[in-house]
């Protein structure tokens, strides 16, 4: 099994995920109070943001993703965050959700 979720929908089965999907998606995980570095953390919603992160956003995004499944506590967690911290701006921000209060960090 991954250590990967699977929370956001799948976009090989359906209708294609639009913006509203995303906007509502990443609202709810904010209200359950899902720290964004579980809500990154999941297959569907990498494939998703891989088209809208630029790549040098995305690459970090997925190291840092990579070093919380590995269970790196290092001095890379402090690059962890900070492309934890940039790709949630820019994924509220490209979805139309409010960034001026960010989910929840562990």
Known sequence: TSPLR????????GASIRKL????????QRAAGTPFE?????WNFLMHVAGILPAEEFDA?????????????TAAKRSALTAYQR????????AGVD?????KRR
Do not use: M, W, Y
């Not at 699977?6 to 089965?13: D, I, M, Q, T, Y």
């Not at 579980?38 to 999941?42: H, I, P, S």
């Not at 960034?99 to 989910?103: E, G, M, Q």
């Open 38 to 42: 579980e809500v990154a953390a999941d």
């Open 87 to 94: 790709s949630e701006k820019l994924i509220c921000e490209f």
């Open 21 to 28: 999907h995303l906007k509502t998606f990443l609202q709810k």
């Open 61 to 73: 995004l997925c190291e840092a993703v990579a070093l919380k499944i590995r269970g790196v506590r």
């Open 6 to 13: 699977c929370a956001f929908p799948s976009a090989n089965r």
């Open 99 to 103: 960034t001026a209060a960010p989910s």
